[in-house]
């Protein structure tokens, strides 16, 4: 992997829920190389936290009430104030269009939030060292040869 070991890879969570904020941050700072430095509740603060704490990894959910992840993520690649963060989307449920257009977007990653705990931190560590995650697994590039993986999470 091509992040440093000796520094934790720094993360921010951004869901509507609460208590789901809550566990994720728990089970994310029971592992060793892993920060979480801050939580938002909606789109707009997960852009204005990624922006100021400038984190590695913004675990983003697809739909929040006032400002959805969709949102959130085409303010965070566009124009002067492009901010360079790695985003992993964080989803109940998805439609295949609304995962490609986050691809499209910048999103380097997709996970369902009824994986395993070990499935997302595989996708963190696999987006960490330059690759996408969506759906099960790791893909080398956002190519149209990867629709099965895409299909993979209907």
Same mark, same amino acid.
């Given at each position: 992997? @091509?992040? !440093?070991?000796?520094?934790?890879?720094?993360?921010?969570? =951004?869901?509507?829920?609460?208590?789901?904020?809550?566990?994720?941050?728990?089970?994310?700072?029971?592992?060793?190389? &892993? !920060?979480?430095?801050?939580?938002?509740?909606?789109? =707009?603060?997960?852009?204005?936290?990624?922006?100021?704490?400038?984190?590695?990894?913004?675990?983003?959910?697809?739909?929040?009430? !006032?400002?959805? $992840?969709?949102?959130?993520?085409?303010?965070?690649? @566009? $124009?002067? /104030?492009? +901010?360079?963060?790695?985003?992993?989307?964080? #989803? =109940? =449920?998805?439609?295949?269009?609304?995962?490609?257009?986050?691809?499209? &977007?910048?999103? *380097? $990653?997709?996970?369902? !939030?009824?994986?395993? +705990?070990?499935?997302?931190?595989?996708?963190?560590? +696999?987006?960490?060292? %330059?690759?996408?995650?969506? %759906? *099960?697994?790791?893909?080398? /590039?956002?190519?149209?040869?990867? #629709?099965?993986?895409?299909?993979?999470? *209907?």
């Amino acid at each position: 992997m @091509s992040f !440093k070991k000796s520094q934790p890879v720094r993360i921010v969570i =951004a869901d509507d829920h609460p208590i789901f904020r809550d566990g994720l941050r728990r089970l994310l700072e029971a592992e060793p190389d &892993l !920060k979480v430095l801050g939580e938002a509740s909606d789109g =707009a603060e997960a852009v204005r936290l990624a922006r100021q704490l400038k984190p590695d990894i913004l675990l983003l959910d697809l739909s929040m009430p !006032k400002h959805p $992840g969709l949102e959130a993520l085409r303010e965070l690649g @566009s $124009g002067a /104030n492009a +901010t360079p963060v790695r985003v992993i989307l964080l #989803t =109940a =449920a998805a439609e295949k269009s609304q995962i490609v257009e986050a691809l499209q &977007l910048g999103a *380097r $990653g997709v996970v369902l !939030k009824d994986s395993a +705990t070990q499935l997302l931190l595989k996708a963190i560590h +696999t987006v960490m060292s %330059g690759e996408y995650w969506v %759906g *099960r697994e790791s893909v080398s /590039n956002r190519s149209e040869e990867h #629709t099965s993986e895409l299909q993979s999470l *209907r």
